[in-house]
């Protein structure tokens, strides 16, 4: 039986304060990438919980989703390094946007983690080339469109917050 298919779901979170947009620049197969705090949905969390923890894990920010901004795919192929198998990895990304509140300074970055950044939109595009996934721009994108979906588009069942 063929093996299958599951895209790798993830969330990120667009935040704007003063004009500027908190990103992350982090360590990545491809060198240091610029990217929104983002990371991946872990089991018994919401998609909400999974943004606000991977937000205070990579910037130490703490940050209230107010909606969501968008749900992106993209597609990944990486070559295998040392005789693994090359990696074809599809993300299913859920941006959501809110309000941040101070940093905890006693906080360490997570793993990868360099710095965080502060920038314009125009100082983002400016940057392209060191983008981690399109799906920055595109969120981006959204976001200064006005799109914005109530945090209820997305629900999570109570299953998902039982032990099994």
Request: proline content about 5%; aromatic content about 8%.
């Amino acid at each position: 039986m063929k093996n299958r298919w599951k895209p790798s779901v993830t969330v990120a979170a667009v935040i704007e304060k003063n004009g500027q947009f908190l990103l992350v620049e982090e360590h990545t197969p491809e060198g240091l990438r610029l990217n929104n705090p983002a990371g991946h949905l872990e089991s018994g969390e919401s998609l909400v919980e999974a943004c606000v923890r991977e937000v205070l894990e990579e910037t130490s920010y703490s940050f209230t989703p107010t909606a969501l901004v968008g749900v992106y795919m993209s597609r990944v192929r990486r070559a295998g390094q040392n005789g693994a198998e090359d990696r074809d990895i599809t993300y299913l990304r859920f941006a959501f946007c809110g309000k941040v509140g101070a940093p905890d300074s006693t906080r360490r970055l997570d793993h990868g983690i360099v710095r965080t950044h502060w920038m314009t939109a125009t100082q983002i595009q400016q940057h392209t080339p060191r983008h981690r996934t399109p799906l920055l721009q595109r969120g981006l994108d959204d976001y200064l469109a006005g799109r914005r979906f109530p945090l209820d588009f997305v629900n999570t069942d109570a299953s998902v917050y039982l032990s099994l």
